[in-house]
């Protein structure tokens, strides 16, 4: 097991990884851009949720190249990437059980982000955030289940409009979940170490 998470820690697997969620990222902000043309201002910065997750974790990358940690993003990444990478497999798994079919861009969103969660959880043993670090993230994270379903701001799924209430109560508790997750692996001390 410390081999696995010493491989995990080697500069050339953070670069190749820094490289692929960079350019995830990018492709995340342009999935949304129909939907942002129409966001009103204020609510932007809330609206893209998964390219934000991993804007997130391109910090904490970038960190681990010049040996440093970024708490706060640590914080932020971690709950966030477990969330939405989580959130979209189950919307699109959604979709597959109601409509009967899924588009070959639905099995690669359903692939991609539950890579995302992985490699979130793959790093926990590298961060060092603090209580207080994982207070703001949870403030960002339940802040923004607030924009997305009170303010209906949430991702566009056009076959799922039907389910928003049972979607939002599950991405409530998806949040805490997450949050919940990201306290017993990094600041619990059952969580595994390295």
Known sequence: MKLFFYILGQRSIIFLLLIINFFGTIYGYYWYESQLIHTPIKFLIFVPDSPTATLFFLFVLLGFLFKRNAALFEALALVTLVKYGLWAVCMNLLILLTTGSLHWTGY????????????????????????????????????????DYVFKMMPSY???????????????????????LAYYLVLSKKAFKL
């Not at 955030?129 to 289940?145: E, P, Q, R, S």
């Open 108 to 147: 690669m969103l359903i692939a991609s982000h539950f890579a995302m969660a992985l490699q979130g959880v793959l790093y926990a043993p590298y961060y060092k955030f603090k209580v207080w670090h994982l207070v703001i993230a949870a403030i960002w994270t339940l802040h923004n289940d607030v924009i």
């Open 158 to 180: 056009s076959m799922l409009t039907q389910f928003m209430p049972q979607i939002g109560y599950f991405t409530f508790w998806l949040s805490i979940a997450s949050i919940g």
